[in-house]
DNA sequence: CTTGACCTTCCCATGATGGGAACCAATATG
DNA sequence: CATATTGGTTCCCATCATGGGAAGGTCAAG
């Protein structure tokens, strides 16, 4: 029935936290909303909406900016479904990059591991590695 | 030669940046170097040696407080394998898990941009997914 | 003596998020 | 009705690792 929420309400519908929800709107990244007359902040199905895609597009790892662009997206129209594609394989690249990063980190570090022996003894070839002697 | 450097030649020789250097001394990850008359900073081929190890570390993905470990332990002639080994197995566990996570989020961008058109028209499957419709 | 290259300390910014203080408004209970 | 609780509000601070830049001291070379 009651179609204007308070930030709690909001927050608990789409899984942003009243603190972001209000960061979000400092920085421009939602418009402010209605307010009661104790200035209160009151959201409405619309907001609510909005504020799940901008949940959904952080779970997916899209930046701030990114979503920006793609709530610009989402709104107009007469979007081209190119531009959103450009955004979404831009970011998949930067995913796989940092991915491919920690995987190497790993990697090697698993190799180092591998030859430890973990017991009482000083000896271990990860020390000896990040003393550059391994 | 001159086995005392400036900061400037032990950030060149170590791949730590000056500012990092000061950093890390003033976050007591590293002691404090000898000082000339004029205040300069000078690092001797240990305080070289160390900031390497700290490079590689950082390298690997070690966050600061790892390191301080880790240090303390590279220091301990009577360290156990065993102890460096579990920093390194907990530091795979945490860069596996969030490798992990991003290949999800690749994975996920991948499906939804492999059903986009990339065209100059609006619909598009991964504004879709945003909107939860899709 | 000036110029330029280096050093020093100190403050501010990043990105996304949370913690918490100080204060005001609305509701629920004794 | 008075008070306790809950939940709004703004504002400041912290994270983590790193860099930018200002203001000022020091030193070598021209």
Redesign the pocket.
């Known amino acids: 029935m009651n179609e204007f929420v308070?930030?709690?309400?909001a927050a608990m519908a789409t899984g942003v936290?009243?603190?972001?929800i209000?960061?979000y709107e400092s920085i421009g990244l939602i418009s402010p909303p209605t307010?009661?007359?104790?200035?209160?902040?009151h959201y409405n199905q619309r907001d609510i909406h909005e504020l799940g895609f901008i949940r959904r597009a952080?779970d997916l790892g899209f930046?701030?900016?990114d979503i920006r662009h793609l709530l610009a997206l989402w709104r107009d129209r007469s979007r081209s479904s190119a531009e959103v594609k450009a955004i979404a394989l831009r970011h998949i690249a930067e995913l796989d990059e940092k991915a491919a990063a920690l995987q190497a980190m790993s990697e090697t570090l698993k190799h180092l591991a591998a030859n430890c022996q973990g017991d009482n003894r000083p000896d271990c070839p990860i020390i000896d590695a990040l003393d550059r002697l391994g």
Request: proline share 0%; hydrophobic share 20%.
């Open positions: 308070t930030i709690r309400d936290s009243a603190k972001m209000r960061h307010r009661t007359q104790n200035r209160y902040r952080r930046s701030i900016e």
